[in-house]
């Protein structure tokens, strides 16, 4: 990471993900296929850094929340929430996400709880901007990570 930084490449790369993502969800699966290229990385960082500029409270001031994974692979998961008022977040991120269990994608039981102030509802992953139906106190690990090793999750209502 020594190199300069070619930034008319990385805009006109995020300019054509950018046109290409506005029919719905990105193809971060087809990123994910060619990550040697950067563009996956290049896309997560943009969308994290315009959720940042969104929500600058939820960042200077949120209050941090670890959240302890339960389950078979629950030291495969590192999750933590923040809050600030009626703003909420989860990152969720995979340990080790090359390694595969024989069972299916591998997560059998494991989730990670709610935070303590968050309610159960719809809440959607800014980084492929799927939703997930939570019903109860936590969220399976399946579901935060069907596609991507990272997921971050934010109430539907902040959107």
């Not at 670890?66 to 995979?94: K, T, Y």
């Not at 800014?126 to 139906?133: A, F, P």
């Amino acid at each position: 990471n020594r190199r300069p930084v070619d930034y008319a490449t990385r805009k006109k790369l995020l300019d054509a993900m950018d046109a290409n993502g506005r029919s719905g969800r990105p193809d971060l699966a087809s990123l994910l296929e060619t990550w040697r290229d950067g563009r996956i990385k290049l896309r997560i960082v943009a969308d994290l850094l315009a959720f940042r500029s969104r929500f600058p409270e939820l960042f200077a001031q949120g209050a941090y929340e670890a959240l302890n994974a339960s389950g078979v692979q629950a030291e495969r998961i590192c999750a933590f929430a923040r809050g600030q008022g009626d703003l909420a977040m989860i990152v969720a991120a995979s340990l080790f996400p090359g390694r595969q269990t024989e069972t299916g994608q591998g997560w059998e039981d494991s989730a990670i709880p709610l935070p303590s102030a968050a309610s159960p509802g719809t809440w959607v992953n800014i980084l492929d901007r799927t939703e997930i139906q939570v019903t109860d106190a936590s969220i399976s690990a399946a579901e935060l990570f069907p596609v991507l090793p990272v997921a971050v999750l934010v109430p539907a209502a902040m959107l």
